[in-house]
T-cell receptor, first 113, second 114 residues
C-alpha cells in the first residue's frame, strides 16, 4: 500500500459525458502527478501539481483539466469523453516537486461506451 | 529526452536471481535511473533508483555501468509474486519548470516459473 488513494476504482460512462477522478496523496506529500495508461500507449504523463500550482504538463488533451486543492487532494476532470479515453488513470505523489520518488495509487479504470 | 530499451519478456525460475537489463544510451549526466514494477493493472510500485553507483535495498540491487549507458535490476531470489511488468525509467529534468518527469518505456514482462 503506497498511501496514495484514488476514487472511484471503476467508472463506466458514455461518450460525450464528463467525469471527475479524485486522488489523495500520501500524508505530507505536496506534489501530485496524473498518468494515463491505455493498451496501446503505455504509461503517459499528463500533468503535475505542486502545493496547489500547476508545475508541469505532459500529453494532456485540452478536454482534460486538473486542479489541486488546499488540502492537497487533486481532481482530474475529463470532458466530452471519447471511446479512446478508456484507460487506467493513475495518480502519484511525492514529497516535493523536484527530484524525489513518486508513489503511485491503485488507479481508476475508466470505460467509455 | 533519454529513452530506455528493455527486452519485452523474460522467464526466471523460482528461487533463482532475475537479471533485468535496460539500455539508456542517451542518458544525461544528471538523469537518474528508476525501476518500477506493475503487477497486473495495479499502480506501479517503486523498487529502486540510482545515478552512478550501484544501489541495493530490501527488494533488489541496481547495477549501473560506468558509462551509465545501461543498467541491470537484480532480484536475488525471485518468487512467483515477482511476476510483473518491470519498467526502467529515466527521470528527466523539465528545465522550464524546475521539475522532473518520468519517461516510461514498454517494460519487460517477467514471468517467474515454479
Amino acid at each position: 500500500d503506497s498511501g496514495v488513494t484514488q476514487t472511484p476504482k471503476h467508472l463506466i460512462t458514455a461518450t460525450g459525458q464528463r467525469v471527475t477522478l479524485r486522488c489523495s496523496p500520501r500524508s505530507g506529500d505536496l506534489s501530485v502527478y496524473w498518468y494515463q495508461q491505455s493498451l496501446d500507449q503505455g504509461l503517459q504523463f499528463l500533468i503535475q501539481y505542486y502545493n496547489g500550482e500547476e508545475r508541469a504538463k505532459g500529453n494532456i488533451l485540452e478536454r482534460f483539466s486538473a486542479q489541486q486543492f488546499p488540502d492537497l487532494h487533486s481532481e482530474l476532470n475529463l470532458s466530452s469523453l471519447e471511446l479512446g479515453d478508456s484507460a487506467l488513470y493513475f495518480c502519484a505523489s511525492s514529497v516535493k516537486g523536484a527530484g524525489d520518488t513518486q508513489y503511485f495509487g491503485p488507479g481508476t479504470r475508466l470505460t467509455v461506451l | 529526452d533519454a529513452k530506455t530499451t528493455q527486452p519485452p519478456s523474460m522467464d526466471c525460475a523460482e528461487g533463482r536471481a532475475a537479471n533485468l537489463p535496460c539500455n539508456h544510451s542517451t542518458i544525461s549526466g544528471n538523469e537518474y535511473v528508476y525501476w518500477y514494477r506493475q503487477i497486473h493493472s495495479q499502480g506501479p510500485q517503486y523498487i529502486i533508483h540510482g545515478l552512478k553507483n550501484n544501489e541495493t535495498n530490501e527488494m533488489a540491487s541496481l547495477i549501473i555501468t560506468e558509462d551509465r549507458k545501461s543498467s541491470t535490476l537484480i532480484l536475488p531470489h525471485a518468487t512467483l509474486r515477482d511476476t510483473a511488468v518491470y519498467y526502467c525509467i529515466v527521470r528527466a529534468a523539465v528545465y522550464t519548470s524546475g521539475t522532473y518527469k518520468y519517461i516510461f518505456g514498454t517494460g519487460t514482462r517477467l514471468k517467474v516459473l515454479a
